[in-house]
């Protein structure tokens, strides 16, 4: 185990380099020069210029500015953003909202996907099955932006139920909505994905084989169909949290929620180059970790896979 | 015999042993060889051996025919094209001649969803607005098709060190979400001061092609040993042209059900840059557009954001409809089941 571990910790390094030099490289070195942007197309002034290619390492050569980047990111030395904050302290902000929300977004996806869809693969054909897979394909096709402004108008100003939008600290009860709006869409992946696997799976040798020797039920479905149809649902859910933080600038955006995806969007619209590099570079960190846990629990769903 | 069953009595009282008959079968088992005369022959003989038998293709259309998921989402596609082609068929009103005394006035005789908040009407918009969606996503899917089919079926056919590099390049590209790596794209000065429908395909197509690519790669994979490959090479053919003349047309099933369905998340892509304000430029007419500007009114006049939104919906739920009855026609081995 720890051997298999080690070996996919490896196989990630190559996606974590490749993604932020393939960042950086559209950042810094396309048509366009980041640091004329700096001063809104202004002529500036030539030692100003040079202090601030200087600060940002656009004096050096392309590889050294992408190993100087990669060093202040790991060490948490981002640069400052316009206002003169370190990019650091905004992002370790703005990172918890972030996670909480889509730590939220994930357990909803999860419980409420995987439950919906054990059903619905389970009694396959019939009339909640058909409700489901309707329903999931009208989450599907609307897009977030209009689902989200949906329920903000609906449950948060019409019937009153949560805040329409976010306190600037983002307690756990007022990122319900949020959360919600931001797994939806992923909530009707997952129960597509788990409904086919279990439909797949309940035919199978070894389910008749539990059900002869005598097992309940309950203890089929759980222990032997579901640990077996996972798979496909958990590499989506270790994919999706890379998605959901993408997400989370149209839902933060919406529900004022003062994470990393409303953090990111503003940066994006000011030309705030550094603290642009600097989140996406955070995030591909938060993906590949993320696709490394997912490995993991493939190990642990289905033991066959460490020894491969 | 049911009451000595139950435990709670306790009574050990030796149950009558069933002699058990066992069932040696009476019934004559009757092999059903016709004799020579009645074998029909002459049956036999007509059966024509030149029509060719149905093709998957031939196959997945006879049982497409017959969904009614299929005929609901073509003929809805085939409505958004027409009117994509033609919008002046649907609307009379000029999308952009717009009146300021209208702003945010409800339906009116000739206007029947009202106006916006700078007095145009809604309904021209929201047909003229179908253009610039149905262009991305169109353009987009060809873009994925044809950049991640490549790269998938080089790495599926020839495996080894291509396979290797080209699956490291889709992985780089795919820690990176869609949007985020087409927001990345769109906010570089070279395609922010271009703005137009086709700075938005390319931002798309440059992050959305690793997922067509890994759909490929397994496809040719399944098919590159088969034995019609083999067959192919041995009667001389090279490898490349049995990739394209015997691989490919065979594995092009998965790729056209996950075309469809991207296509209608592609322009779900679209509105969601647009609604951000870098997608498509603002003199674009586009659905994303005029959500974007209908969401400061969304708490007085919600209509004018809803009737894009739901054409939107709309067109993305009939692209994401036709793969899923293209996903069931032409996997012959789950519609048995």
Known sequence: MVMFTFRRFLQLIPVFFGATLLVYFLVFATPGDPIAALSGGKPMAPAVEAALRAQYNLDQPFWVQYGLYLKNLVTLNLGQTFSGQEVSAVIGRAYPVTARLAVMALA?????????????????????DSTVLVASLVVIAVPTFVLGFVLQLVIGVQLGWA????????????????????????????????????????????????????????????????????????TFLGADLGGLMGGAIVTEGIFNVPGIGNLLYKAIL???????????????????LANLVVDLLYAWLDPRIRYV | MSENLTPDKGT??????????????????????????????????????????LSLWADAWRNLRKQPLFIISALLILLVVVVAIVPGLFAHVDPTSCTLADSAEGPRSGHPLGFTLQGCDVYSRMIYGTRASLTVGIFT??????????????????GGWLDTILARLAD?????????????????????????????????????WPQIARITRGAVIENRNADFVMAAKALG??????????????????????????????????ATLSFLGIGLPFSVISWGNDISAAQTQVRNNPSVLLWPAVALSITVLSFIMLGDALRDALDPKARKR
């Open chain 1, 270 to 288: 000011n030309g705030e180059t550094p603290t642009v590099v600097a989140v996406v570079g955070m995030l591909v960190i938060v993906f590949v």
């Open chain 2, 141 to 158: 899917t060809l873009g994925v098709l044809i950049i991640g089919g490549i790269m998938g079926a080089l790495a599926g056919y020839y």
């Open chain 2, 12 to 53: 050990t009282e030796p149950v009558t042993p069933v002699t058990r008959q066992g069932k040696i079968s009476s019934r004559t088992i009757e092999h059903f060889v016709a004799p020579l005369e009645e074998t029909p022959l002459a049956a036999v003989d007509n059966v024509d051996e030149t029509t060719v038998s």
């Open chain 1, 163 to 234: 805040k329409p939008t976010v306190s600037g600290t983002a307690p756990w009860n007022q990122l319900i909505l949020p959360a919600l709006v931001l797994g939806l869409v992923s909530l009707a992946y997952v129960i597509r994905l788990t409904r086919a696997s279990i439909s797949e799976n309940m035919n199978a040798d070894y389910v008749r084989t539990a059900t002869a020797k005598g097992l309940s039920r309950r203890r089929v479905v759980v222990v032997h169909i579901l640990r077996n149809s996972l798979i496909p649902v958990v």
């Open chain 2, 172 to 208: 780089i590209f795919f820690a990176l979400p869609l949007i985020l790596g087409a927001i990345i794209i769109n906010q570089l000065p070279l395609f922010r001061d271009n703005k137009s429908v086709w700075t938005v395909v390319i931002a798309l197509v440059a992050f959305g």
């Open chain 1, 108 to 128: 909803f996806e999860a419980i409420f996907g995987v439950f919906f869809g054990v059903i619905a693969g389970l009694r396959k054909g019939k009339l909640f």
């Open chain 2, 237 to 270: 053919l090279s490898p490349f042209r049995a990739l394209m003349k015997h691989v490919v047309p065979n594995s092009l099933a998965p790729i056209i059900v996950v075309a469809s369905i991207s296509l209608g998340t592609f322009i779900v892509a679209e």
